[in-house]
């Protein structure tokens, strides 16, 4: 469920900026994650800008500090190498979820299934 979650916020965080024609940003740490609006049109998150979504974590991400942004078309890049293909995964234990990690393109977000260091995307 934190996964399918997870990517139904990041879907509506990118049709909002592009709604809005204002970019938004995902803040990932190992324990959260944020959604926050550009809502001084400043192109970096300041402190003019308005938290949208906070949502804690049940398993902890693996991949941290991370900032992802979706600029006003829709476009995703993160801070991440290489920034148009960052994958998120999450320390599941001894589970074995359906998904448990989301691969994001610059045009794309899939949910997947961690193989080894990959994350394979169904």
Not at 23 to 34: D, E, G, P, R
Request: negative net charge; charged residues 20%; aromatic residues 8%.
């Amino acid at each position: 469920n934190q996964v399918k979650g997870m990517y139904a916020d990041l879907m509506n965080a990118r049709a909002r900026a592009m709604q809005q024609n204002r970019s938004h940003f995902v803040l990932v740490t190992a324990n959260n994650f944020q959604i926050i609006e550009d809502s001084d049109e400043s192109g970096a998150n300041n402190a003019g800008d308005v938290v949208i979504v906070t949502r804690a974590w049940q398993y902890p991400s693996l991949v941290y500090p991370v900032t992802i942004t979706m600029n006003t078309r829709g476009i995703i890049a993160s801070d991440l190498v290489p920034p148009d293909d960052t994958t998120i995964n999450f320390d599941i234990g001894n589970n074995a979820p359906d998904y448990d990690c989301i691969r994001l393109f610059a045009t794309r977000i899939y949910t997947g299934r961690m193989e080894g260091t990959n994350c394979v995307v169904k």
